[in-house]
């Protein structure tokens, strides 16, 4: 058996790295073999299920205007040209089990392929994702606008082309498709968002995840993150940016929710902002971690529900996609005055760093733009 060349079009490294424990070229069984439980899924379902009878497409078609049937057997999907995989993502799997139970040949769009004459190969270009549902039905032969294609680069000029108007594009398959091309416009940003993940120990696709490396899904809004409360210098472009308050925020919730394989990425935003906020109000180094750590740990402890991390943005009230961080370090900063209302009095030991208690303007504040308070030297003196 001659094993297939993984990569076939020029990548990156960064884009090599992300992707090197599965595979991004794959005829559809193949892909099926990758993610055995879609189809595992698929078939318990049909189990519960009267008899399926699917129409030929030809039964369907009028006479004098046969289009074509295709067999998606043959057809290989590149994810390198810029081909996206259908059963890589929890939503995209769902949405693929919900289009092959409700398979209707009446209203199955042609897919498209190109034919590259170099390689003497069929590349699905347009239509994975109906193929895929169409595979699990064993309709194997399916309309097609089939093109030839001289080159490698024609074909992903043209799928990137069309991808412009896609809506459906994710935005991992974006950032691959970035990271990937060295020639992109974003592809500065897309290795910054790549080395980041990796440093801090989180991966960015659900096919990763793990208790030691969690998902944070949401490319987009990790890398709004980055942006706007990552902690490098202001100025600092994308190419150079290293996100150390992000690194420390996941290296507390790592610490305090050792058991998840999974950061809510509106919980990482509302943390990271919240670094950024009080970064002049907690001791510097590890002094400063310890109290991190301590506040998050007391917060799961002072509500039942905020034991799961999934209940945070509802329970602390910063449930709005758009002010994660401005909603979420002020809602931090009001339940870090809660915990620590009386963390100050008693006998204290010398050189003891007080804890901060937050003034509602500064709340206020915060609520609206995220910047870090001003030193206060009575914490310290």
Known sequence: MVLKEQYTAPVSKQYKQQTQHRKVRYTIRENFASYPEVAEDYEDW??????????????????????????????????????RNALLERGRKAKILGMAKSFDVKLFEPISVDYIRSEDVFIIRDGGGRSHAAFLNQVYLVPAFVRYVDTVAESRRLFMTQDKNAQAISGYDKFLQHLANQNSNFHAKACDTFAISRSCGICLSGHQKSKQMPLVEGIGIFQKIINRCGGDPKGTKWGNKKAPNIARAIDILKQCFPHNDEIPVSVLFALTAFVEVIQNRIPAGAAGHERLADFVEKCIHSNNMLTDITNWVSVLKFDSSNHYDTYGASALMKKWNEIYRNANKGRKRGNFYRYVQFEDYEIDLIANTVIPLARDESLYT
């Open 46 to 83: 049909v189990k519960n299920q009267d008899t399926l009878t699917i129409p030929d497409f030809r039964s369907v078609m009028h006479k004098e205007y046969i289009i074509p049937l295709f067999d998606i057997r043959i057809a290989e999907i590149r994810e390198d040209w810029g081909q």
